[in-house]
């Protein structure tokens, strides 16, 4: 949504609940957060799951996956990492979660027996690694943020949160 809005529009995975005995009823989005850290291989997600009821601001749940294979994320993570929490997916203990994550997290485990869904996501880290390694995006950003910001008068001071290593 940040780097390729058209695309991050279009291709945001939103599920419709009803009538789940753990979920109110209405539309989930579950936005995609990649690590914009240069020279890192991490190959993760971090989803968050949004929702139009409450403004696409508050989050319902913080999940984290990876699509390699534990041995993948053994060898990243190095000794003292746990491979199967840095897979995943599993809810992130230090972002925002609420009382309905875990039924949010066996939604997204729905999502992800869908390959589609998955190969969706890998194509969206490696377009977003791309553009990190070749520098773009953090100036547009800024400049971007700088019309946004004459428009709304700084009404929106909500930054993207960054997993960081
Ligand atoms: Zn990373």
């Given amino acids: 949504m940040e780097r390729f809005p058209e695309?991050?529009?279009?291709?945001?995975?939103?599920?419709?609940?009803?009538?789940?005995?753990d979920l109110p009823d209405g539309e989930y989005g579950f936005l995609e957060l990649y690590c914009d850290e240069p020279g890192c291989d991490c190959r993760r997600v971090m989803?968050?799951?949004l929702r139009p009821e409450t403004g696409w601001s508050k989050i319902w749940a913080t999940i984290s996956y990876?699509?390699?294979?534990?041995?993948?994320?053994?060898?990243?993570?190095?000794?003292?990492?746990d491979p199967i929490e840095i897979k995943g997916p599993y809810l992130d203990p230090v972002?925002?979660?609420?009382?309905?994550?875990?039924?949010?997290?066996?939604?997204f485990r729905f999502l992800l027996q869908?390959?589609?869904?998955?190969?969706?996501?890998k194509r969206h880290y490696q377009m977003f690694r791309e553009s990190v390694e070749k520098g773009c995006g953090r100036h547009d950003h800024l400049e971007?943020?700088?019309?946004a910001n004459r428009r709304k008068s700084l009404r929106d001071p909500k930054r993207r949160r960054r997993h960081a290593r």
């Fill in 95 to 107: 972002n925002p979660q609420t009382k309905y994550s875990s039924a949010l997290l066996n939604l």
């Fill in 7 to 21: 695309l991050g529009v279009r291709e945001t995975r939103s599920v419709t609940a009803t009538c789940q005995q």
């Fill in 47 to 49: 989803i968050d799951v």
């Fill in 66 to 81: 990876g699509w390699e294979s534990l041995d993948f994320y053994r060898k990243w993570g190095g000794t003292g990492s």
């Fill in 144 to 147: 971007t943020n700088r019309i």
């Fill in 114 to 121: 869908s390959s589609d869904y998955v190969e969706r996501l």
